[in-house]
């Protein structure tokens, strides 16, 4: 298990090399994780520490919102948020729902990290915060049709763009 911030600026190709030579273990899901997976968007919200960190380029309402208008737009009307902080994600579902208040939204009663990133990394659909966990589920993601995304990890630092990866700004 590891622990802490992993960014550092690779291109994608730099990475997806390194990566073809490992054997990853398939994701292990029960029913209910499927389901999250399948029949909904799925929201990635940090908080936490990256509320008080300084040049982290937190997603704003805004953001979800925009991501939430688009997918919409495609047809997809129920949305399953994961938080680690789960006051916080709480908190973004409440401003969402003045917004749009039909918005079918409720956030996941977490039981571990491991099956909150492979939720994420196994989502078809899905908004993703700024933070290094969900980029590392996009990348590691072999059944995402699109990921939605915020342009920039940080304020000084733009995200590197990956396969089905949409920016929302």
Request: hydrophobic letters at 40%; charged letters at 25%.
């Amino acid at each position: 298990f590891l622990d802490g911030y992993f960014q550092q600026n690779w291109t994608y190709s730099q990475l997806n090399e390194l990566f073809s030579i490992l054997k990853l273990k398939p994701i292990k899901l029960n029913k209910e994780h499927l389901d999250l997976c399948n029949q909904n968007v799925v929201i990635h919200i940090r908080g936490g520490d990256f509320l008080s960190i300084k040049n982290l380029n937190i997603c704003k309402l805004n953001f979800y919102k925009k991501s939430i208008e688009y997918a919409l737009s495609k047809g997809l009307n129920t949305f399953i948020v994961i938080a680690e902080d789960k006051r916080y994600g709480k908190q973004v579902i409440k401003e969402l729902k003045k917004c749009l208040p039909d918005l079918q939204i409720s956030i996941t009663k977490s039981d571990s990290i491991q099956n909150d990133f492979n939720v994420i990394r196994s989502a078809k659909f899905a908004i993703l915060s700024n933070s290094t966990f969900s980029w590392w589920a996009s990348f590691l993601s072999n059944s995402k049709k699109e990921f939605l995304v915020p342009s920039n990890f940080s304020t000084k630092e733009k995200r590197i763009l990956l396969p089905n990866e949409t920016i929302i700004s």
